[in-house]
């Protein structure tokens, strides 16, 4: 969710010799009318170079740190107590993503375990009943074929009969098709193999591998 009484200035690529302290975060959730919106990642918020900023971690897609400067209040922005920094004063902008189980819940984790990270997550009992997009949505982040298929199955069966089964699984298609600097996810070989005959029967029976 966007704070519309602060204005953003980007900053495309951090340098390596800037420092970031963390302040808190903004969950892009926040205000959408939704059962649940955890857990999810969320955005950092912090100083940097003496600026209230956002950061946005791309290395694992563009190979930089991007981050907004915001001038004006953090209205939407979740500020973190002393306990909480000091949980999370290990995390490092530039390796690290911020997860949320609850607002007061937070974790960080290194880009490169990201697939292990949400195998977990997905497992966790706590979230075995979580919104089906939302858990979609983390899996989709995670570029793994294994963890995509299975969200897709339990979409496809929460969808079973549905009319807008579908136009859903298009979407889905059509999202995995296209390229991460179109909005997509970048894994045209995957959108090929559930275009296939029966693929989506097979999904939907769970029998799908």
């Known amino acids: 969710m966007v704070d519309d009484t602060a204005q953003y200035y980007d900053v495309p690529d951090v340098p390596a010799d800037w420092n970031f302290e ?5 969950n892009l959730l926040d205000g959408m009318p939704l059962p649940d919106r955890f857990p999810f990642w969320v955005i950092p918020i912090g100083n940097l170079e003496g600026k209230n900023a956002a950061i946005y971690n791309q290395m694992d897609i563009r190979g930089v740190v991007r981050a907004s400067y915001i001038e004006g209040p953090l209205n939407q922005t979740h500020l973190y107590d002393e306990r909480l920094k000091e949980k999370l004063s290990g995390f490092n902008f530039r390796r690290d993503f911020l997860f949320a189980y609850a607002n007061d819940d937070i974790v960080y984790q290194d880009n490169t375990k990201k697939v292990d990270f949400i195998r977990d997550v997905l ?3 706590r979230f075995k009943d979580s919104r089906m997009h939302l858990r979609a949505s983390l899996a989709h982040d995670t570029k793994n074929r294994e963890l995509i298929l299975g969200e897709i199955s339990n979409c496809a069966r929460s969808y079973a009969d549905d009319k807008f ?7 889905e298609i059509d ?34 591998k």
């Not at 963390?22 to 903004?26: E, I, Q, S």
């Not at 600097?181 to 029976?205: D, V």
């Open 22 to 26: 963390l302040l808190g975060h903004v």
């Open 175 to 208: 999202m995995l098709r296209r390229p991460v600097e179109r909005g997509g996810i970048g894994m045209p070989e995957l959108a090929a193999e559930l275009e296939k005959k029966g693929t989506l029967e097979s999904l939907m029976k769970g029998s799908y």
């Open 123 to 125: 497992s966790d009992e």
């Open 165 to 171: 089964l579908k136009p859903w699984y298009e979407s």
